[in-house]
């Protein structure tokens, strides 16, 4: 059961890249066509990254298995901060797809400007932001370490 639910580790940071290059497409064509089809796309895609890592999710599958090879790029990080990441990623949708729901479309498009910032970093800049976030609260003790040693460890982030 546990492998069902597993999140690759380490994670080719250019194959993260493109899914959120993905997203960033997908969430501005939703934007652009006010709908609320595409908002929920784009938070079930979020849950599906987050519970089965890239084995689901379309858009982590066009990333995994067709854009990235192409690139011939291959830089691995630490799986665990891009779970944590993903996790954000579901939460804010899915807020986004609830509030569109109940009749708040502007608070919705507003939490879906912050994911398009949010994944644009990632995507364009190499910033991870809801990386950034998992190690401050690593660093606070609030993630234990073992969850994730290569980020604690600076001698193992490049390995």
């Not at 190499?126 to 998992?134: D, P, S």
């Amino acid at each position: 059961m546990s492998s069902l639910f597993a999140f690759p580790n380490p994670v080719n940071e250019y194959a993260a890249r493109v899914t959120a290059a993905l997203v960033v497409l997908l969430a501005v064509v939703t934007a652009v066509a006010g709908s609320g089809w595409g908002l929920l796309a784009i938070a079930v895609g979020f849950w599906l990254r987050l519970l089965f890592g890239p084995r689901i999710s379309p858009l982590a599958l066009l990333s995994v298995k067709v854009i990235t090879p192409r690139l011939g790029k291959v830089r691995l990080v630490s799986g665990p901060p891009k779970r944590f990441a993903q996790g954000i990623g579901a939460a804010v949708s899915t807020a986004a797809l609830l509030l569109f729901a109940a009749g708040a479309a502007p608070a919705a498009w507003t939490l879906l400007a912050v994911l398009v910032v949010a994944a644009s970093l990632e995507a364009f800049a190499g910033f991870c932001l809801g990386c950034t976030i998992f190690g401050f609260l690593q660093r606070r003790g609030l993630i234990p370490e073992d969850v994730c040693e290569a980020c604690n460890n600076i001698s193992l982030r490049r390995s």
